[in-house]
């Protein structure tokens, strides 16, 4: 059920990874066994998500039981914004490793394009307006040198990037000597960012799309969240819908295989064993040049995570989290 993207370096991709965010505790160990149960091999997690002991838990069951072999796997996990410095690199993928039980990661990623401070306890620092405090001391081309090092000492396969834009990562290539395998974005039919997927196929970097069904019922984890909003519900559209009517598939598997179709990776969240399996099961059909373009003209501009601040910004000096939806 599984089919595979080739990496710049090499390694395959299975192309429907499971994501993870805002899956926690039981939720997400049973999410874990159902997916592994129904065929999916590449799990999406980062330290930023809370989850990776309960992932770790169900993966090293299976491993143990011999019911997947490791190397059947493709497992990610990201470098967090509040510790993304030179010196933070080498003990965060150690603790990552260790609550995942595994002695590599298949993709190791940067998973924002700034930096946000931390109080003592490791909780982000707010200002007096609530707004979290930028980091500006952090240089991800000397991140990436400490990234680098990972592949060489074998913890992890391949390194990439997440949200970061044309000039951050022009700016990350200038200096890489390992390019970045992938840049995970959000990437959707409400958001279809074609200038920096062109950007990334050109440069050799693999795009996944998260929020591929645009985080339906984001809103009940995040109302306090200010860069989340959510969306008008993509399995709505009536586009979509015509277009799954024809194939006897569901709005949702048409969601995916637009953007397996136009040679892009993706990461759906569910944490339903009904709809984990659904959103595997698109390998049977293929949507028509037509179909592809009545979805391409769907494009609207409207993300989930707003990161637009940040664009073109290493960590820039007037960076804040602005709670911009709720002024
Ligand atoms: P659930 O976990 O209850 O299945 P995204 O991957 O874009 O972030 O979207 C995740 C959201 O979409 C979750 O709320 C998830 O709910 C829901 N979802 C996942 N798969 C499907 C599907 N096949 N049909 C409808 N909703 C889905």
Redesign the pocket.
């Known amino acids: 059920s599984n089919q595979y993207l080739t990496l710049n370096n090499g390694y395959k991709m299975p192309l429907i990874g499971l ?1 993870t ?1 805002q899956a926690s505790g039981e939720e997400v160990e049973n999410a874990i066994d159902a997916a592994l149960e129904a065929g999916y091999r590449h799990i999406d997690t980062a330290a930023r998500y809370g989850n990776e002991s309960a992932i770790g838990k169900v993966l090293r069951r299976w491993l143990d039981a011999g019911k997947v072999k490791r190397e059947e796997l493709f497992i990610v996990t990201k470098l967090p914004p509040t510790a993304n410095a030179p010196s933070d690199v080498l003990p965060v993928i150690t603790k990552s490793l260790a609550d995942l039980q595994l002695d590599y990661v298949d993709l190791f990623l940067i998973h924002t394009p700034f930096s946000v401070s931390t109080n003592p306890d490791g909780s982000i620092k707010k200002d007096a307006q609530g707004l979290m405090v930028p980091d500006l001391s952090t240089n991800h081309g000397a991140t990436w040198v400490e990234m680098e090092k990972l592949v060489a000492n074998g913890k992890v396969k391949s390194i990439g990037i997440s949200n970061f834009d044309e000039e951050q990562i022009g700016r990350l290539l200038k200096t890489a000597k390992i390019r970045p395998a992938t840049n995970q974005i959000e990437h ?1 039919v409400y958001l279809q960012q074609r200038d920096l997927i062109n950007y990334c196929k050109e440069q050799g970097i693999a795009v996944t799309a ?9 809103a009940k984890f995040n109302a306090s969240f200010g860069m989340v909003r959510e969306l008008p519900d993509l ?1 709505e559209i009536p586009e979509v819908k015509e277009i799954a009517a024809a194939h006897g598939k ?1 709005p ?2 048409v969601l995916l295989r637009w953007i397996i179709d136009t040679g892009n990776i993706a ?6 064993a009904a ?2 399996r ?2 595997l099961n698109i390998f049977d059909f293929k949507l028509t040049e037509a179909e592809v373009a009545k979805l391409l003209a769907l494009d609207q501009n409207l993300r989930v995570c707003d990161f637009t601040l940040f664009h073109g910004c290493e960590v820039h000096p007037e960076f804040r989290f602005k709670n911009i939806y709720n002024k």
């Not at 998260?210 to 984001?218: M, T």
């Not at 990461?267 to 339903?272: A, E, H």
Request: hydrophobic content about 25%; aromatic content about 8%.
């Open positions: 994501g965010w959707h998260y929020s591929p069904l645009g985080s339906r019922g984001i399995i569901s949702a598997q990461i759906p969240k569910s944490t339903n709809r984990l659904e959103n």
